[in-house]
C-alpha cells in the first residue's frame, strides 16, 4: 500500500514545542494528569538518588582504604564528578524505566491534551478499557527497546574506537538521543490513534528538523538535576501539540502500513 503523504508544516519548530509543553502542563484540566506521572517519577527517581549516593558513600570508604594518606585530597574532585557522572546517567536509564511504569498515564495525558487542544473527544473507553488495553500499551514501548538496544549497542561501541571515541562518537550519540526522544514522546499521541511505529518513525523521518530540534531539547533538560523530573510531562504535552500540528489530521484515520 502506497504511504501517506507528508503533511504540509507549519513554520513551527521541535524547540518551540517542548516549551509549549510547560504552558500546557499548568493549563486547568490537565494538571491532574500531569501529578499521578510527576509523582511516581519524583518517588522513585529520588529513591534511586538516596540508594545510589549511598553505594557511592560505601565506595569512596573503600577506595580511601586503599589510597596513601597523600593522596586523600583526591576525594574532594572525585565526589563531585561521581555525583554529576550519577546523574547524567540516571537521566538516560531511569526516563527509560518510567517509560515502562507511567505508560498508561502518558498515553492518557497525551489524550487529554489533544482533546484540550481540538476542542474534540476523543472517545477512548472507561477506565475498563485502558486496562485491558495495557497488554498492547506495554507491547508498544517493547518495541521502542526493541528499537532502540541494538543501535545504542552500535554507537557504544563506538566510544571504544581509536579517534572516532574522541570525537564522532560524543556527537553521534547525542544525535541518536535525541532522535529516540522524539520517537519515545511523539509516539503517545501515534499510538492513541493505533498508528503504527513504523507509520510513527516514517512521518518523524519526514519532518526530521523539528523531530530532532524536539528531541534534542528534551534531551538536553533531562540532564539538569531537578528540571529533570518534570521534563516527562513536559515533553508528552509538546509532543501532543506538534502531533495536532503536523500530523493529525493524515494519521488520526490510519490504515494499515506496508511492509
Not at 529533570?228 to 488520526?252: H, L, Q, S
Request: contains cysteine.
Amino acid at each position: 500500500m502506497t504511504q501517506k503523504s507528508t503533511p504540509k508544516l507549519p513554520a513551527k519548530s521541535g524547540v518551540n514545542y517542548f516549551f509549549d509543553g510547560f504552558s500546557l502542563i499548568k493549563r486547568k484540566g490537565l494538571r491532574t494528569f500531569v501529578f499521578i506521572p510527576l509523582m511516581i517519577n519524583l518517588v522513585l527517581f529520588a529513591g534511586v538518588i538516596y540508594l545510589a549516593v549511598g553505594q557511592l558513600d560505601l565506595f569512596f570508604a573503600w577506595m580511601e582504604a586503599q589510597l596513601p594518606e597523600y593522596l586523600s585530597w583526591l576525594n574532594f574532585l572525585l565526589w563531585p564528578l561521581a555525583v554529576t557522572t550519577m546523574l547524567v546517567m540516571l537521566a538516560f536509564v531511569f526516563s527509560s524505566v518510567m517509560n515502562w511504569l507511567a505508560a498508561p498515564f502518558n498515553g492518557l495525558l497525551a489524550e487529554k491534551v489533544e482533546q484540550l487542544l481540538t476542542g474534540k473527544p476523543m472517545n477512548t473507553g472507561s477506565g475498563v478499557d485502558i486496562i485491558k488495553d495495557l497488554p498492547r500499551i506495554l507491547g508498544r514501548e517493547w518495541m521502542k527497546l526493541k528499537y532502540y538496544l541494538p543501535r545504542a549497542l552500535v554507537f557504544l561501541l563506538l566510544f571504544l574506537v581509536p579517534m572516532v571515541g574522541q570525537t564522532l562518537a560524543p556527537i553521534l550519540w547525542f544525535l541518536f538521543s535525541a532522535w529516540m526522544m522524539a520517537i519515545q514522546y511523539c509516539d503517545y499521541p501515534f499510538d492513541n490513534h493505533k498508528v503504527s511505529f513504523k507509520d510513527m518513525r516514517f512521518a518523524l523521518n519526514q519532518t526530521r528538523g523539528s523531530s530532532f530540534s524536539f528531541g534534542a531539547t528534551v534531551t538536553l533538560f533531562s540532564m539538569i538535576p531537578v528540571v529533570n523530573f518534570i521534563v516527562m510531562p513536559v515533553a508528552i504535552c509538546g509532543a501532543t501539540a506538534m502531533w495536532v500540528d503536523k500530523y493529525r489530521e493524515a494519521y488520526r484515520n490510519p490504515r494499515v502500513s506496508p511492509e
